[in-house]
């Protein structure tokens, strides 16, 4: 909040004091803000300051989770393609298959987990042309599932995370290789492994 209160100084005078100085330099800058957290209620719970909420927020876009836009997911894969092959010294292609897999994904990490995936691809699969067997969750999402029919809401979510979970430490063998690609904390990993084993 101390570092709120110094920021909206800055904006509202349009001027910086180096510390240590007396003067204040003049800054002509213009401030572009993005965040994923929900603004308002920070604001009404007291953990950023209204002041600065509505001087930085003069003109509002919101911008949807990639799962919302679909239609930007072929753009921004093969966007991401070009630029690691670039990077790595490769000439990958994405087949057909592939590509409707990555639009019916549930991309719970946006575009930076969309981003991660394709530079895995690109250096993991031994392919020329990206395979559906070198996404980094398995052969496919919509593949051959356990029946579910019958089963709670949680039970189903339950048996989704143990198939993630074994088909990661399949593919990535380390608890810290599997945190980075599932882009949670290893300690998160490690205790979800261990409740998976004492489950049997």
Known sequence: MSLQVKFLRALESRAVTRIGAQSQIPVDIR????????????????????DLFYRLNVVGLEIPPLRER????????????QFFNKQYGQNKKITYEVMKELENYAWRGSVRQLRNVMENMVVVSNNEYLQLNDLPWGETVHGEMPSNEGMSLHAQLKQAERQILEDAKKKYGSSRKMADALQVDQS?????????????
């Open 188 to 200: 998160t990993v490690i205790r979800k492994l261990k409740h998976l084993k004492t489950e049997g």
């Open 70 to 81: 679909k239609d930007d997911i072929p753009v921004l894969a093969l966007k991401f393609l």
């Open 31 to 50: 401030v572009i803000a993005a965040t994923n957290k929900n603004l308002k209620r920070l604001v009404e719970e007291g953990h950023f300051r209204e």
